[in-house]
């Protein structure tokens, strides 16, 4: 009996434990090798809801009595409603060896208790029944690989590179207690073929890191290459930037000023799944994303193997979620108000994703407080949502899901498509990225203005592009008061 306050009335809870063999399904039970267990309980056949599920048991040693002297532990605890029929326990800890032998009971209730009428004092009863099954054991005749599908595993159109996965699974995890080394690989190059062209270049520092773990989040920070130079006695306009030692992309580790054609003036930060990838899935990431002008933050899906080539994203992206830096400027769309995300099919055709969906923040920014985006692509669909709430939905039309591009949008690249099925290029395997760019050649385009009337200070066709943005730099570099893209997890779940 425990005692309990609500503010209205005092109750006292009393379990009321009812001996029930007929009423409790019968349990599966699958010990698991290195360690582990899991116990799977399907719901009623005589169609009484269960409310909550314990599984209480005892583990012996191997061929030895039922006896306290033989008991190695006890493995107790709440098992979780699953999507699906049933719930299941699981304790991922717990080593199990063959030949050892379980005795348990199953507890559950089913229903969400009665109160009884208050007494002068205003307390109550409060009564819960539980269900207790009859004494049950189990023998460790073998042990299942962690991988094998379980008695609980449903299937699921979710791939992932090297794994067995089951619909539910959540099949990749990071809360950023610290970084990650398994999971991330920090990028270390020049981005000089990438499709939108940014202002950066990707490094891992040593000294004032561009990627850091902070207080339970991850934070990727843009700074300028100038500063850093400034150590050196090197500057932007005439030196050789080189990330030869260290360098994640071969083809473009160094890079030299000559004229107008400079070296990146903006250091950036870039992480992806090095050792994950999955086909099909709910990406969740909570996140807070950055502000300031001419910023972007890059929360993608990207392809592993291009199977339909590399030039201007021929083999897909997917953008979680996208909100330009700019708080000031005289088109809302370029402003941190206004909320992109979806399938980018070819870099040419960029436009076509913001002309379908698009999300506005009310008189708010979504750089102002954090906001969870999800992401969920499956064989017919891809769904957008920021805090639970759907905004944007692509589906194939008579051609698949390159119906989305107006004909204007279509060349020899096009055709290629013609090899996958209704979602191509989004059929394989696709890993995660979190960035932030600056500028670029794509993602804001000319004649914007922001401020007092102070112009866009270079042309996205432009020869002196990055030079031109650089110039600028007495104007933009003030608005960055908040420029970092920080993340406070990432979660992936299987469909």
Not at 120 to 143: K, M, W
Not at 247 to 267: A, H, N
Not at 297 to 308: D, M, Q, R, T, V
Not at 461 to 490: I, M
Request: hydrophobic share 35%; with cysteine.
């Amino acid at each position: 009996m425990a005692l309990i306050g609500t503010g209205l009335f005092v109750a006292f809870v009393t379990f009321s434990t009812i001996y029930a063999q007929n009423l409790i399904p019968t349990a599966e039970v699958q010990a698991i090798k290195p360690r582990g267990i899991k116990v799977f309980l399907p719901d009623n056949e005589q169609n009484i809801q269960i409310t909550s599920f314990v599984f209480d048991g005892i583990l012996y040693k191997e061929n030895s009595p039922i006896s306290p002297e033989n008991v190695v532990t006890r493995i107790w605890g709440f098992g979780s409603k699953l999507d699906n029929q049933g719930w299941l326990f699981h304790d991922p800890d717990v080593v199990i060896k063959q030949d050892q032998r379980i005795y348990y009971h199953i507890y559950v209730s089913t229903g969400y208790g009665e109160v009884g009428e208050q007494n002068h004092d205003g307390i109550a009863n409060f009564t819960l029944p539980v269900y207790q099954s009859e004494r049950r054991f189990y023998v460790v005749n073998s042990l299942a690989d962690a991988s094998a599908r379980g008695p609980d595993c449903h299937d699921t159109a979710t791939k992932v590179r090297g794994k067995r996965v089951c619909a539910g699974d959540t099949i990749f995890v990071d809360n950023f207690d610290n970084f990650r080394e398994d999971l991330w690989q920090i990028a270390h190059y020049i981005p000089i073929d990438h499709p939108e062209h940014p202002f950066v270049s990707y490094q891992r520092l040593q000294k004032d890191p561009t990627v850091t773990v902070v207080n339970g989040t991850l934070r990727i920070s843009p700074k300028l290459q100038q500063d850093l130079f400034q150590k050196q006695n090197k500057s932007i306009l005439s030196g050789t930037l080189d990330l030869t030692s260290g360098c994640t992309e071969l083809r473009t580790c160094s890079m030299s000023s000559i004229g107008v054609d400079i070296v990146p003036p903006i250091v950036s930060g870039r992480v992806t799944s090095a050792r994950f990838a999955f086909t099909y899935g709910t990406i969740l990431i909570r996140a807070k994303l950055p502000q300031g002008d001419w910023l972007y933050p890059e929360i993608l899906l990207e392809p592993l193997s291009k199977k339909y080539g590399t030039l201007n994203y021929a083999s897909g992206v997917l953008k979680v979620a996208m909100a330009r830096g700019n708080i000031d400027v005289d088109n809302e769309r370029y402003s941190n108000n206004w909320l992109i995300g979806g399938p980018i099919l070819n870099s040419r055709c960029r436009s076509a994703l913001e002309f379908y969906h698009s999300k506005i923040n009310g008189d708010r920014f979504w750089g102002d407080e954090f906001h969870e985006y999800a992401l969920t692509w499956t064989p017919e669909e891809i769904v957008l949502k920021v805090d639970g709430e759907e905004w944007g939905r692509y589906t194939p039309g008579a051609t698949g899901l390159r119906s989305w591009l107006p004909a204007s949008c279509r060349g020899d690249w096009f055709e290629l498509l013609n090899n996958g099925g209704i979602m191509a290029p989004f059929d394989d395997h696709f890993y995660i990225t979190l960035g932030v760019a600056v500028g670029g050649i794509v993602e804001f385009t000319d004649g914007l203005s922001t401020g007092e009337k102070i112009p866009k200070p270079w042309r996205n066709r432009g020869r002196k592009a990055s030079f031109s943005f650089w110039q600028d730099k007495e104007n933009w570099y003030p608005t960055w008061t908040d420029p970092d893209l920080v993340v406070d997890y990432v979660k992936v779940i299987a469909l």
